[in-house]
């Protein structure tokens, strides 16, 4: 399947790139734009809200051009913005953030779609879309340490300008893969519906929004822990930035894992547990993770919780991924375009409420947050039934 695959898994991998380099140089990309840390690192929160607008306005639009054309448009975008953010100024800068967020709003949903379209059972194309996401994941753990050798020769400029190069490569590969292909829903059949009616197609799928409140709410919950993960170790083990480098691996590599292998398994032709119960099953660890971490007594125990939470999420983060490719069918796009904003949207809420939780009771506080978060989770995915 990877082989099959693999064009899909490397725009994934780029997808990541210029954002990694944003986040590794901050320091000298302010001083270049003579800003703050704080200020510049800021603009990054434009990404997101570009990419929740974005995804939710081009959703409908995703399954009305060829997968190929849609992927090669969000690369020619992401290459445009990553030649801009190589400029430095805070303006190119504040454009870079904001386009990178239109441009993976758009890319990962199609290139997700893409690889499911691959496949006629419905569950190797699942298990194709999760294959997507566990690489992203992947990539998310790996993308510093490769960036960090040739940043030695040329910089941030040069990470950026040869991102830039190899997005607007790919673009250009995948526009000429992408001629004359039909979009999905002309080669499904399906009879072409209005903008505002895809929502209402999407809204009639079984389980459709259950599951997409549940990723937005498993996304608030973990990467609101993730924010204030580094705070918590150095507060509670005193551990230094160096070495809880190793703890940000240990739960990249988890949440790699855990959604490689979930999905791998969900995608087998006798699962013992369907894909239904198992996201029951991963919201479950999850919630019992959350309310274990902050209040674990020994660095060991912590430890094992980091990467029970991390698998935990992952299973779920395939759950959902794999239900809603099996069951959208011609509409997969649209599906994983809304998800990936509703994602992005949870990505803001996961921090705000954290802020709030911990403003207000400490890490205790942070616990009860995110752990009111996960069982609202639990509660929704009650409502998602064997279709």
């Not at 013992?272 to 996201?279: A, G, H, N, Q, V």
């Amino acid at each position: 399947m990877a082989k099959r695959l693999w064009p899909f898994l490397l725009a994934s991998t780029v997808s990541l790139i210029p954002f990694t380099v944003f986040g590794m140089y901050l320091v000298p990309i302010a001083a270049a734009a003579d800003g703050s840390v704080a200020e510049i690192g800021g603009l990054r929160g434009l990404g997101g809200l570009a990419a929740l607008i974005v995804g939710f306005a081009l959703a409908p639009l995703v399954d009305r051009l060829a997968r190929e054309l849609v992927a090669a448009g969000g690369l020619a975008l992401l290459g445009l913005s990553a030649a801009l953010g190589a400029v430095g100024n805070i303006f190119a800068l504040a454009a870079f953030c904001l386009l990178i967020g239109a441009s993976t709003s758009i890319l990962g949903p199609s290139i997700g779609a893409a690889a499911a379209d691959r496949f006629n059972s419905a569950a190797a194309a699942g298990r194709a879309a999760t294959l997507v996401s566990a690489t992203t994941s992947m990539m998310a753990m790996l993308a510093a340490p490769v960036l960090a050798l040739p940043g030695l020769f040329w910089g941030w400029r040069g990470n950026l300008l040869a991102a830039s190069a190899i997005s607007l490569a790919l673009s250009a590969a995948f526009f000429w893969r992408g001629r004359g292909r039909k979009a999905p829903l002309q080669a499904g059949g399906t009879k072409r519906i209005s903008y505002l009616a895809t929502y209402k197609a999407l809204a009639k799928i079984p389980g459709a929004l259950p599951l997409l409140a549940v990723a937005m709410l498993r996304t608030a919950a973990f990467m609101g822990y993730l924010a204030y993960l580094a705070a918590f170790y150095d507060e509670k083990f005193d551990l230094a930035p160096g070495w809880f480098a190793l703890v940000w691996s240990l739960s990249g590599a988890s949440f790699f894992l855990g959604n490689l292998f979930a999905g791998r398994y969900l995608a087998s032709d006798h699962p013992w547990i369907s894909s239904e119960r198992m996201l029951l099953l991963g919201l479950g660890v999850a919630l019992l993770s959350v309310a274990g971490f902050y209040f674990a007594p020994s660095l060991p125990l912590t430890l094992l919780l980091t990467a029970l939470m991390g698998v935990a999420h992952a299973t779920v983060a395939a759950c959902v991924t794999t239900l809603l490719v099996r069951r959208s069918g011609d509409l997969r796009g649209s599906a994983l375009s809304v998800n990936a904003a509703g994602m992005s949207l949870g990505t803001f809420l996961g921090a705000a409420i954290g802020g709030a939780g911990l403003g207000l009771g400490g890490y205790p506080g942070l616990a009860l947050m995110f752990g009111a978060i996960t069982l609202i989770g639990v509660l929704l995915a009650l409502r998602v039934r064997p279709a």
